[in-house]
């Protein structure tokens, strides 16, 4: 039996539309370069820790001759971290603007992430080997990783990789991090006479790198369209049987802007927003407790079902429990050993909770075994918790049934509770890209490789104008200092990208907020359906409603 479904057999055919201005044959684009930039702060540590990049000037694409752009080429490409639909299109747009400006340049695809680069492990990208990939969700082309390159060797180690395999120019096709990284990298190329030049690709389902220049980070779009099927399915099922409330935790490790998004598609009873609950400082007993007045008013109406979405990072968001969170980080961190050592997860639970500051100590023991047990695995080389194995969803509903056998002791509630829980994360991360991601992503891809044909280095692709149609688009090279600021990382200041959260006085926050009164009390649900690839625009041609609102359309 064949192994390609009739979709993606029909998919390979797809053919990704490009910004106007890249539609031209590709020697007849060039970047216009404008004033100097800055950082939104920190400048002079910025400058200091980036003096030969820093300040670089946007780059516009628009018409014109650019005579290095037939020079036979030898770019590698990385793509780091979670996987996020539309990866392949980066590398198939970028393998086909490097053919097109010169046949005999050659692609070569790091494998497993940046650990490919520091261990030398690379395949030629060949057009059959792309033929399979183009248009299809996953990373599995190379494969990815989440290795940070910081250390000395790391970095003597990639110049080898580049200095052995020739290499001109790096596509990194990261998150905020991973672009970061990127900035670093392009940095100490310069900083050390080498010629390869770095060029950094958005990508994150999570949707936070994004600022006044990065519209949206590629995957979201598909990723949300994906969870918002499953959402709204589950939404008709609930009005059903009217007997279940559904704790849905949806992804995104920090930012809630996957929750929000999906809460604008699909208009569900409940939708958690981290960064409203640490505006208002709130409890966990005070979360629990908001979402027990909605399960009691509706209950009052006879509406003992619902549905409730609830951010991946609520968890970290919530005052007390970041502050929990940070003190186990430092403890796990100043501790490795001994506490690599130890067994059993009782024995892990008694050594982290007797480290623990009297507050953090009083927190991390209301939290049921399994949580406590969940705060301590593995942190991710970044060194960030991994909140997609906390199951807050399961947290809360239990919180949320105690909470209610007191109200119901005390005569103040008489309905009827019964949960179920789901996490939808890793259901969105590969799908087939959306049209909308399938574009963008060729058209990043795309970009990035006329940046390289322009000679540029330290910049991230960035396609614009997307709440338009692609005819509407335009594309440039924004310098990657110019979106960093100086954070605290590890006990020590440290430059990255600013990642970007959901703002509460932004116009998508405050579309949601003016209708969930409403959402909560009536089945005002809405059912998106499947991603559609096929048919009116309507359907299949549209972007997130965060897009939209953002950008007024
Ligand atoms: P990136 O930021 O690397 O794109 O990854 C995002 C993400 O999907 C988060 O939403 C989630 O918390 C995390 O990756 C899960 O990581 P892993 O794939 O290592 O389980």
């Not at 369209?225 to 949806?250: C, M, P, Q, V």
């Not at 949960?419 to 799908?431: D, I, K, P, Q, V």
């Not at 003016?514 to 096929?534: D, N």
Request: charged share 20%; hydrophobic share 40%; proline share 5%.
């Amino acid at each position: 039996m064949s192994t390609h479904s009739p979709l993606q057999v029909a998919r390979y055919a797809y053919v990704p539309r490009l910004p106007p201005v890249l539609r031209r044959p590709i020697g007849t684009v060039v970047a216009r370069l404008g004033d100097p930039t800055e950082a939104a702060s920190d400048r002079e540590g910025l400058k200091q820790l980036f003096p030969h990049t820093y300040g670089a000037p946007i780059a516009g694409l628009v018409e014109g001759t650019n005579e290095q752009c037939g020079a036979e080429r030898t770019v590698g490409v990385v793509l780091s971290g979670g996987q996020a639909p539309g990866g392949h299109n980066v590398i198939s747009g970028l393998f086909d603007g490097l053919k097109a400006a010169n046949p005999q340049s050659t692609l070569l695809g790091f494998l497993g992430g940046p650990s490919g680069i520091t261990n030398n492990k690379a395949i030629e990208i060949t057009e059959s080997l792309l033929a399979e990939y183009r248009n299809t969700g996953g990373f599995d082309v190379i494969g990815s990783g989440r290795t940070k390159i910081e250390t000395d060797e790391q970095f003597e180690a990639v110049a080898a990789t580049c200095e052995k395999r020739n290499i001109d120019a790096i596509v990194v096709i990261g998150g905020d991090d991973s672009n970061t990284n990127a900035a670093v990298l392009a940095e100490y190329f310069l900083a050390h006479n080498m010629r390869t030049q770095v060029v950094g690709v958005p990508k994150t389902i999570d949707g936070d790198l994004k600022n006044d220049y990065i519209e949206t980070s590629f995957g979201f779009d598909t990723a949300t369209k994906t969870y918002s099927e499953l959402i709204g399915n589950i939404e008709r099922d609930a009005n059903s049987a009217r007997k279940y409330w559904h704790f849905i935790k949806l992804m995104g490790r920090s930012a809630s802007h996957i929750a929000l998004e999906c809460a604008l598609q699909t208009q569900p009873n409940i939708c958690l927003v981290s960064e409203e609950v640490a505006a208002k400082r709130q409890t966990l007993d005070q979360v629990v407790a908001e979402i027990c007045e909605v399960v009691a008013k509706r209950a009052e109406a006879g509406n003992n079902f619902g549905v409730a979405l609830i951010p991946e990072g609520l968890i970290e968001f919530i005052p007390e429990m970041g502050r929990l969170i940070s003190c186990i980080n430092d403890i796990l961190a100043k501790n490795a050993d001994a506490f690599g050592a130890l067994s059993d997860a009782e024995a892990q639970r008694e050594f982290v909770g007797t480290r623990l500051d009297t507050d953090s100590a009083h927190v991390f023991g209301l939290l049921p075994k399994g949580i406590q047990a969940q705060l301590l695995v593995d942190r991710d080389p970044h060194g960030n918790v991994q909140v997609s194995r906390i199951e807050t969803e399961k947290l809360l509903m239990e919180m949320v049934e105690q909470k209610l056998a007191v109200k119901r002791e005390e005569g103040a509630y008489k309905g009827k509770f019964s949960a179920l829980s789901h996490f939808f994360g890793y259901e969105g991360r590969c799908a087939f890209p959306s049209n909308f991601d399938a574009d963008y992503c060729y058209s990043l891809g795309y970009t990035a490789c006329v940046l390289i044909a322009n000679g540029l280095t330290g910049y991230i692709a960035a396609v614009r104008n997307l709440a338009q149609p692609s005819e509407q688009w335009t594309a440039a090279g924004i310098p990657i200092t110019m979106m960093m600021n100086m954070e605290q990382r590890h006990g020590s200041r440290k430059p990255v990208i600013r990642k970007a959260l959901v703002e509460l006085d932004a116009a998508p926050f405050k579309a949601f907020a003016a209708e969930r009164e409403t959402w909560a009390l009536t089945a005002s649900y809405v059912f998106p359906g499947a991603i559609q690839y096929f048919g009116p625009d309507e359907v299949c041609n549209q972007p997130t409603q965060t897009l939209k609102l953002e950008h007024h359309r």
